[in-house]
């Protein structure tokens, strides 16, 4: 384990940073400095007033954050998806380690191209992925490691979740269920695919395939075929997706973001092996 205190860089201080992360690091004793970066320095200086970060702290670029901290050793990407590239490639060049948040990249080459500079810088890339962590899964992969159910054959999973007014460009739609603690995403940045790459796909089924590829060890998509719907938005916001995997076993994964503010939605993977399920 890392004893020693560090210094890390928040890079977008939109609403899942001010809700998530800035909160955590700026209690984590070992976070010797945290550093906001913001292109809107009104954004960085309300998150850090929020969290009593103070104010010299915040900063419009991550190149100014870096020379006036060479302490830095890390930032969280959370910026909108279409500027994960940018602000990844630049942080690689930084020497920064990374937490990006998902999707990785709007497309799998560019995710490659993130990888493959992180390793020849020996940096860690770490995705914003949290179903792995949460105690019932840790418990069922290890389950599944101890050849619970044999051989994967098939495997079923599905997640809904309210996210249709984000698609549609009208978060304000959620102000009473999220009580975002600063301000909630900007109306762009679920609802214009220049920007998202997508709506429920790149924003849950993501979330959905970490935790199904996370509980089939190894195992990976080889054939996809998917049907979409995209209701009034211009993202989709129905799916469903049928895979081949790379062991010959089949899967399918559903999801809606189409449901009534304060529904809680649902999540479910469905793991059905040679020697049970
Ligand atoms: N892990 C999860 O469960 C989860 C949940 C919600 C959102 N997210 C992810 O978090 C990320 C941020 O989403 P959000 O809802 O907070 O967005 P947001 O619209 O609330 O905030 C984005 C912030 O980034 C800033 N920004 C944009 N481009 C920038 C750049 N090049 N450099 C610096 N700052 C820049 C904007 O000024 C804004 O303050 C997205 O990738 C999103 O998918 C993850």
């Not at 901290?69 to 940018?86: E, I, M, Q, R, W």
């Not at 998902?102 to 993130?114: H, N, Q, V």
């Not at 549609?168 to 739609?173: F, L």
Request: proline share 5%; net charge negative.
């Amino acid at each position: 384990m890392v004893s020693e205190r560090t210094s890390i860089a928040v890079v977008g201080t939109g609403w899942w940073s001010s809700m998530t992360h800035v909160p955590t690091l700026a209690e984590n004793g070992r976070v010797e400095k945290l550093i906001l970066v913001d292109r809107s320095r009104e954004a960085g200086e309300a998150v850090a007033r929020r969290y009593k970060v103070p104010l010299e702290r915040v900063y419009t670029s991550l190149g100014e954050a870096r020379a006036a901290h060479p302490d830095l050793t890390g930032a969280v990407v959370a910026v909108p998806h279409h500027a994960h590239v940018p602000v990844a490639k630049e942080a690689i060049e930084l020497g920064l380690h990374l937490l990006i948040e998902k999707p990785l990249t709007i497309y799998a080459r560019d995710a490659r191209d993130i990888v493959e500079a992180a390793d020849q810088k020996g940096l860690k890339v770490l995705m914003g992925y949290t179903f792995p962590y949460l105690d019932p899964v840790v418990a069922a992969r290890r389950r599944i490691d101890d050849g619970l159910i044999g051989e994967i054959e098939y495997i079923n999973c599905n997640m809904t979740s309210m996210t249709v007014e984000f698609y549609r460009g009208n978060p304000g739609a959620y102000n009473d269920v999220f009580n975002y603690p600063v301000q909630g995403p900007d109306k762009n940045t679920y609802s214009d695919p220049a920007v998202s790459g997508g709506g429920q796909a790149h924003l849950q089924i993501t979330h959905l395939a970490a935790m199904m590829l996370h509980l089939a060890p190894g195992l990976r998509g080889e054939v996809v075929t998917a049907f979409m719907n995209k209701l009034d938005t211009r993202v989709d916001v129905v799916d469903a997706i049928a895979l081949r995997l790379s062991n010959g076993a089949v899967a399918t994964m559903g999801s809606s973001g189409n449901i009534a503010p304060g529904d809680r939605g649902s999540v479910e993977v469905h793991l059905h092996g040679s020697r049970g399920r």
